[in-house]
């Protein structure tokens, strides 16, 4: 069964660092998402993306943030200069299209440690 | 008000138990709905979509109150795997961007 891969699993860093979040979205899939969790709170959603230019973006993705599909296969988040609230969770998702029922598909998250 | 809004738990439940969690959600313009499962530390999985007039999968079935906003989940014969927390999900029909909104979730624990 096709799925949603991440990498790194788990990533720390200092504060003020920049750091890459890589994901491997499904293939067939169009539109892809970023989440984040921070630890014991709900999911958040930060970013989507479709055809190559950023959809919608939540009061979360400032300016430090950014999103890239450098290729045919990749999909990143860049944190520019990474604080301490940053640690959390991060969950790249993917979907077919964007009406309706349509599932995102999430992949196993990377864990994003600001020490 | 939260935009969804759901009771955190824990519901601890005998195995072979029936257990009912509820949601409601602010905006009635919410387009979608859906109940997603996650296990501890792992992604969120697609449950089940809920449709207007009430779905079923197995052991699962999905209820949706539009006048009320509100949304439900029932586990029939609840199973030790059943323990997670049980996520309540929406879809607002924003500007394209297909953004889900989560609730802070209501975890199961199913004991022997």
């Known amino acids: 069964e096709p799925e949603v891969t991440q990498t790194p699993s788990h990533q720390v860093t200092q504060m003020g660092q920049e750091v890459i979040l890589r994901c491997v979205p499904i293939s067939n899939h169009l539109y892809f998402y970023w989440y984040r969790q921070i630890l014991g709170q709900k999911v958040e959603f930060l970013v989507s993306f479709y055809n190559n230019e950023i959809s919608e973006k939540s009061e979360i993705f400032d300016d430090q943030f950014s999103v890239e599909r450098p290729d045919g296969s990749n999909f990143t988040l860049k944190i520019r200069s990474t604080k301490l609230e940053d640690s959390a969770m991060y969950f790249c998702?993917?979907?077919?299209?964007?009406?309706?029922?349509?599932?995102?598909?999430f992949g196993p998250g990377t864990r994003l440690t600001v020490l | 008000r939260k935009e969804v809004e759901q009771d955190p738990g824990p519901f601890n439940v005998p195995e072979g138990a029936t257990v009912a969690f509820n949601c409601t959600y602010s905006?009635?313009?919410?387009?979608?709905f859906f109940w997603y499962r996650q296990d501890c530390r792992k992604e969120p999985k697609l449950l089940m979509s809920?449709?207007?007039s009430g779905n079923e999968d197995g052991r699962f079935t999905a209820q949706l109150n539009r006048a009320s906003q509100y949304i439900s989940l029932l586990i029939r014969d609840s199973k030790l795997s059943d323990s997670a927390t049980y996520l309540c999900?929406?879809?607002?029909?924003?500007?394209?961007?297909?953004?889900?909104?989560f609730g802070t979730g209501t975890q199961l624990k199913v004991e022997l």
């Open positions: 998702a993917s979907s077919t299209t964007s009406g309706g029922i349509n599932e995102q598909f």
């Open positions: 809920v449709y207007s």
């Open positions: 905006n009635s313009a919410s387009q979608s």
């Open positions: 999900v929406v879809k607002l029909p924003t500007g394209g961007g297909n953004k889900l909104t």
